[in-house]
């Protein structure tokens, strides 16, 4: 990764937790690895992309039905999804200090190839290439880890009693499946939609927000006529990209990965990762896989409930195969983040703006009376305030220093517009709209201003 780069996250890091976007989870105990906790302004951003994505894939359409399933759930659901045997990351250890570390990103970071490899092969390389831990030290073999967070329920700790914080919302969409269709008997295809916490205990959590081990994802099991399942994965391509155009992702930094057989997860007959070219390189926004019917043949064949859907008016009945685009919140929002995040000069003086789109923006306006020492002025800025504040809601009061720190700090956190009432303001009834991104200003006056 070059310096450039690096400093940019680290900008972006910084800018975040300096105006209340994200703050290290357990920060005043020294931290808690892998958890991120939301200020006010990150909260905000937060819901935005969350609101703006079931606007989209939810209320917008006649096909989706949304759910919010418990996180705890039934231990079989693991056991039948194949999670507890297989939902695991390749381990190995530091011989000396007994840190652990994800094998394959050891081996990346030396820049080696490592789809497809199995446990063997990584070990081997890791040996053949003398390939040692951040701390300079010899490494063990390569193991499996098992990324779920297993827990007990209820006052008696044995077998019966162990569950595990869910690794992904879609079983609580699949396990829901049958509840829904016996409710609303939906037309093939249809989708199930669910947001909500996923947990993984990430052997090595790292790059900000982008690998944590407390999560939000957004998720949605689209079921269709097995017959079906390449146009429906193809119009679910074109819908993935509608949606990072709508985050305001600019296309060309948005790229479809085939994932060879190999790399699949153990449920998927195909699946395209979406990456984005975030600052610490390209990664995976998104997933979108083909499910087949794994998980609702599983449910069948281990909780024994019929799955099958009968087409209406006929007895043909199949259980429905699967789309699943599967979308991470924290992913979103750091290539939100990331795409807004810019630098430029005004007067002469360096300048930190988030570039974010109106609809996603905090803070939409930010009022302010041009010397909060005036009580006519503030009086008539309350006034403006209120009208802003019942229409949009996302309006900030900001009457802190002068007026070009004021401009800076709303720059800072992506604030299309400023409101300024001066002392014209008092006689013709305008306002000066300062806009973020050019910084040009402009009067309007404030009937129009609603
Ligand atoms: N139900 C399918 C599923 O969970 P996944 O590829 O393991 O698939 C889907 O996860 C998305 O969840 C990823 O593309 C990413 O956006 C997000 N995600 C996964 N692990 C994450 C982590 N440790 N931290 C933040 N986001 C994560």
Known sequence: MDKNKNEKMEAIVSLAKRRGFIYQ?????????????????????????????????????EDMYGVDAAILMNQKVWKASGHVDTFTDP??????????FRADHLLKDA????????LDDMTKLI?????????????????TFNMMFKTTVGPV?????????????????????????????????????????????EISPRDFIFRSREFEQME???????????????????????????????????????????????????????????????????????????????????AGKNMEYTVKGT????????IEPSFGVERALMAVLSAAYMEDEVNGEKRVYLKLPEHLAPVKYAVSPLLKNKPELVARAREVYAILKKIHGNVMWDDNGNI????????????????????????DNAVTIRERDTTEQKRVSISDLA
């Not at 935005?48 to 917008?60: A, C, G, P, R």
């Not at 003398?130 to 390569?142: A, H, T």
């Not at 099991?221 to 017959?227: L, R």
């Not at 720190?405 to 009432?421: A, F, H, L, M, S």
Request: net charge negative; aromatic share 12%; hydrophobic share 35%.
């Open 91 to 100: 381990l190995v250890e530091d011989l000396e200090t007994k840190q652990r």
């Open 25 to 61: 989870g357990s920060e005043v105990y020294g931290g808690l690895s892998g958890t991120w906790d939301y200020g006010p302004l990150g909260v905000s951003l937060k819901r935005n992309i969350m609101n703006l994505w079931w606007k989209m894939f939810v209320e917008d359409r």
């Open 157 to 201: 700790d044995d077998e019966s009693s162990i569950s595990y914080l869910r690794p992904e919302t879609a079983q609580g969409i699949f396990t829901n499946y049958h509840n829904v269709v016996d409710s609303f008997y939906p037309d093939l295809p249809f989708g199930l939609a669910q947001q909500g916490k996923a947990f993984r205990n």
């Open 220 to 302: 949605i099991e689209y079921f269709i006529d097995p017959a079906t399942w390449e146009t429906e994965f193809t119009k679910w391509v074109s819908l993935v990209h509608s949606w990072t155009d709508a985050l305001g992702l600019p296309a060309e930094s948005v790229h479809e990965l085939e994932v060879p057989a190999a790399d699949r997860a153990h449920y998927s007959k195909r699946t395209i990762d979406f990456e984005f070219d975030f600052p610490i390189g390209r990664e995976e926004l998104l997933g979108l896989a083909y499910r087949t019917d794994f998980d609702l043949g599983n449910i069948q064949r281990e």
């Open 404 to 427: 070009g720190k004021r401009y800076r700090r709303q720059d800072e956190i992506g604030t299309p517009y400023c409101v300024v009432i001066d002392f014209d303001s008092l006689e």
């Open 111 to 118: 820049g080696h190839h490592v789809d497809g490899l199995s």
């Open 127 to 143: 040996h053949d290439h003398d390939i040692k831990s951040p701390n300079g030290n010899r490494l063990s073999d390569v193991r």
């Open 315 to 322: 007895n043909t009945k199949f259980i429905p195969h699967v």
